[in-house]
């Protein structure tokens, strides 16, 4: 078997075929990267009208300064979000995906963050930095791979598009250490959950309350869920049931409960889902009596 240090190379020297190309001289506009995603530097962001015609919905600042000179009015206008993370240096020892122990940093948590957000909402991500080359399009990629997709391919639509990005050794490094983890089974928040195959048995436990009410949804929802797990699941079901029989002769008594359950969803536009469950419980009793009554004077 080929030994790690064999493959870390065979990776490397793969991504360095397909991005950490010459800068080029111009460079107008953010490029996409990925599924709703796009990389850009520090001047693309100063155009709230060229994101809009972009589509871009969401920005996250991966640069340790820059606020000052966005137009925030203007994005909050045009319904652009802002988010930043302070990715403080662009050096090839700089911990941007995780450190040593493979722990993962807080701006790759941050990526991941926004990125489900706004794939769940139907929109786009811009990501930037200074240059638009190496922390942005370091997040950007690392957010892919952790949701499921080859880091190969990811490079690939990178080399079509942005192939000057990602020319720090250090990032380049990082990436094929982070796909490596998550072929080793490494967790992510955005890792999909198996599904029950027929005649197989489901992939998540019975005890996880997403994975039964998956099943009561529709697809499309059950998808947004399997991306986001980010829905708090409170059912407080309250149910008294108070009998008072007397009874001093012999009786057959018969109760019959036939429960109802109503499942109601709501998603707002502030992406809130409400989630109303009512309980009806229908109570049937037939009571029959004997009697045998003596009157007397």
């Known amino acids: 078997m080929e030994d790690y240090s064999g493959i870390m190379e065979a990776k490397l020297a793969m991504l360095r075929s397909l991005v950490a190309q010459p800068v080029t001289t111009e460079d107008p506009k953010p490029c996409v990267v990925g599924d709703s995603i796009l990389v850009g530097n520090k001047f693309h962001v100063t155009q709230p009208a060229l994101l809009a015609r972009l589509g871009v919905t969401a920005v996250l600042n991966c640069a340790p300064s820059g606020i000052r000179n966005l137009p925030l009015d203007d994005y909050e206008e ?12 662009d050096d090839e020892n700089y911990p941007i995906l995780h450190n040593r122990d493979g722990r993962k940093s807080t701006h ?8 489900a957000e706004v794939m769940a909402s139907g929109g786009k991500v811009l990501f930037n930095c200074a240059a638009g080359q190496n922390r942005s399009a370091t997040l950007a990629v690392a957010v892919q791979v952790c949701c499921g997709a080859p880091l190969q391919r990811v490079l690939e639509v990178c080399a079509t598009t942005r192939p000057f990005v990602v020319e720090n050794v250090g990032f380049q490094r990082q990436l094929v250490e982070l796909e490596a983890m998550m072929t080793r089974g490494g967790s992510s928040p955005s890792a999909k959950p198996k599904r029950t195959e027929p005649g197989g048995s489901s992939g998540a436990s019975q005890s996880d309350p997403l994975a039964w009410l998956s099943s009561l949804m529709p697809a499309e929802v059950t998808l947004e869920l399997t991306l986001t797990r980010s829905l708090s699941l409170r059912l407080a079901l309250s149910l008294s049931l108070s ?39 229908t109570l049937t009793l037939t009571l029959t009596l004997a009697l045998a009554l003596a009157l007397s004077r």
Do not use: D
Not at 78 to 89: D, E, P, S, V
């Open 243 to 281: 009998l008072r029989l007397r009874l001093s002769l012999s009786s057959s008594l018969k109760l019959r409960l036939i429960p109802t359950l109503a499942l109601a969803l709501a998603l707002t536009r502030t992406r809130t889902l409400t989630l109303t469950l009512t309980l009806t419980l």
């Open 78 to 89: 045009l319904g652009i979000k802002y988010h930043f993370t302070n990715c403080a240096r």
């Open 108 to 115: 790759l948590e941050k990526a991941q963050e926004v990125y």
